[in-house]
């Protein structure tokens, strides 16, 4: 298999054969099948397959092993099916169009994301043909379980048709099951990927552990084990359905809602397993009861913002007023009676002690497993009195309706053309500002918003007295200083936590040495260590200025003639030009050991520009 992969030379221009006309009029009601050459012959499926295609690095040889063939075969067997009975897709051939579309837009994703994620280059290069025909593999067979539970298909004779007998060969008729059960397609991918994949390419894909595990938890609907895979499957399959619903496809190629929400669960849980103490007299970073799990919400927010930060996740809100939306709207946080994430409650124990708290309150179904549940606090937390009004009051409405989160607006109805120029002009355009790119780097993102202190939402827990019992107490955490940011961010360089050149860096080479992009580098770490914050009000600053001007006392940066300290560079693309603002380092070999080659896109605002391959053009000049 590894011998097919060599340079692509010519486009394959996929044959469209001639389509036969049948001599005979069917019943009605009945459909003729078709060969995959005559389904796939229409000019939007023909143009799909192109841009197919150029999201690969095959020959068109190798594009017909690799790709043609599967689609062939997943032509034949869904034949003019559509992809849903009401919703998206929805008209004879709907599920051959919406499979085109997300492989195209999974491959399209797909271009921006160095895969393995902390794999090294070399290994990322050798890996990634395999992972972008499995990203495709993923997509086009997430939904190919429907033919099997969702359809009843029959010939004209009545006999029923299973899609594990091949392909149909004689005229048939299908209607929707009114029984079905809307998520076991999931699970019936099993019965089907054998027909449509050679055993050469399981052999293949079977070879690279990572990826061979990420598409196995795809294919049985496990998209939450499945890491990049399943959020490309999981965008690309949005950007398809708003796309042929009239919605924006674009909106749709955002994080999907339920990848961040897996993530701040996932932190979360982290937390909980190894930082947060949990029902300690006094001291504690919060408390569980029988019902529900309550955090101390400035402390919890603080710890989860640096820890998802230290795990190189971007996206992640800067003030803690943002994280309690977020952690609300993604179903985590529970909301109060008037739909607030803030809760007042006392905390008493059964020693005789009490305090109050602000408090985000969680399900503990969300965070263990019911044999991994700690025992409950042995005391009782109590909610505010205004609070408990608010209750009382909502269960006395008419109905005893409460206030509920507003709805998301109606979908637009579908296009009547069915959209092919949108799609494919999406195709053409950059992937969104929140998908990382990959080297060769691009531009960089606009770094220049000023900080925000995060609101004290939460009261900090009271001094403890000794603990009962001891534990072993936490290495302490440096104290922030100019040269602990400097560890900080040679230790993100070199871990590659810290992506250099790229569409969202803080860190770019220009002129031969570092820069570093001002003030997003210094908002970063002080995200990733909330007491910056505390040290930064004692001397009236924001928390990135302070971490700037220790910074600037190392001098480990490059000033110039007029002894300024800020040096600007010109960012320049075929679409957009800006500029940004930042520090020159004076050893940038002690923050990357070998020097990368200059960003081709940035240069310094009085250098002149540089002669550039005409023919060499990034895939996104727009930065966001």
């Not at 149909?168 to 994949?197: D, I, N, Q």
């Not at 398809?240 to 999907?256: C, M």
């Not at 409650?345 to 305090?355: K, L, R």
Request: net charge negative.
């Amino acid at each position: 298999m590894l011998s097919l992969f060599q340079r692509k030379r010519v486009p394959p221009a996929v044959a469209a054969p001639s389509v036969s006309t049948p001599s005979t009029e069917l019943p009605k009601g009945l459909m003729r099948p078709e060969p995959a050459a005559s389904l796939l012959a229409t000019p939007r499926r023909q143009r799909l397959l192109e841009h197919i295609w150029q999201r690969t690095s095959l020959s068109r040889q190798q594009f017909a092993t690799l790709y043609l063939a599967p689609l062939e075969r997943y032509a034949e067997l869904v034949q003019q099916f559509p992809a849903s009975e009401f919703h998206h897709h929805a008209y004879p051939g709907g599920m051959l169009d919406h499979g085109l579309e997300i492989v195209a837009y999974a491959l399209k994703l797909r271009q921006s994301h160095l895969l393995p994620a902390g794999a090294t280059p070399e290994a990322q290069a050798a890996q990634a043909e395999a992972w972008t025909a499995g990203t495709a593999y993923a997509a086009l067979l997430h939904d190919v379980g429907k033919i099997a539970v969702d359809l009843h298909v029959e010939y004209a004779d009545g006999t029923t048709w299973h899609p594990w007998h091949g392909p149909l060969r004689r005229p048939y008729r299908f209607r929707y099951r009114k029984e079905r059960e809307y998520r076991l397609h999931s699970a019936a991918t099993g019965l089907l990927y054998a027909r449509l994949l050679d055993p050469g390419i399981f052999d293949w894909l079977s070879g690279y552990p990572d990826l061979w595990a990420a598409l196995l938890y795809v294919l049985a609907g496990q998209y939450e084990h499945a890491g990049m895979l399943g959020e490309l499957v999981i965008h690309a399959d949005q950007a398809s359905v708003a796309q042929e619903l009239g919605g924006d496809p674009g909106k749709a190629l955002a994080a999907p809602k339920h990848a961040l929400q897996r993530k701040l669960l996932d932190g979360l849980r982290h937390l909980l397993k190894e930082e947060l103490k949990l029902n300690q007299p006094q001291a504690s970073d919060g408390w569980l009861t029988q019902d529900a799990l309550w955090l101390v919400s400035k402390t919890v927010s603080d710890k989860l913002r640096a820890h998802l930060l230290q795990q190189g996740i971007d996206g992640i809100p800067a003030s803690n007023t943002a994280v309690f939306n977020v952690l609300q709207d993604h179903g985590i946080a529970l909301p109060t009676p008037d739909g607030k994430a803030i809760w007042k409650a006392t905390v008493a124990s059964d020693a005789g002690w009490s305090h109050s708290f602000t408090f985000l309150k969680l399900s503990p179904a969300l965070i263990w497993e019911a044999a991994d549940r700690p025992a409950p606090f042995a005391g009782q937390v109590q909610v505010e009195q205004e609070q408990e009004d608010s209750v009382q009051h909502a269960t006395a409405a008419p109905g005893g309706a409460r206030p509920a989160p507003s709805a998301a607006p109606p979908i637009a109805a579908a296009a009547t053309d069915n959209g092919v120029g949108a799609l494919l002009d999406l195709l053409d355009m950059a992937p969104a500002a929140s998908v990382p790119r990959p080297l060769p780097p691009e531009l960089v993102a606009d770094a220049e918003a000023d900080a925000e202190d995060d609101p004290l939402t939460g009261m900090a827990a009271p001094t403890p007295p000794a603990p009962p019992v001891a534990t072993p107490e936490p290495e302490p955490e440096p104290e922030p200083s100019g040269e602990d940011f400097m560890i900080w961010l040679t230790q993100g360089v070199r871990t590659r936590k810290l992506i250099i050149n790229d569409a969202k860096a803080l860190v770019h080479t220009v002129a031969g040495t570092g820069y570093l992009v001002s003030p997003g580098v210094f908002q970063r770490y002080s995200q990733e260590h909330p007491q910056v914050a505390t040290i930064a009000r004692q001397e009236k600053l924001e928390a990135w200025q302070w971490v700037q001007k220790r910074f600037e006392k190392l001098g480990a940066h490059r000033k110039q003639a007029s002894g300024l300290n800020i040096w600007t560079c010109d960012v320049t693309g075929p679409r957009k030009s800006r500029r940004l603002h930042g520090y020159l380092l004076v050893r940038p070999e002690a923050l990357f050991g070998e020097v990368p080659p200059d960003n081709p896109y940035l240069r310094l605002a009085n250098e002149a520009p540089k002669r550039e391959n005409p023919t060499v053009q990034n895939d996104n000049d727009e930065q966001g």
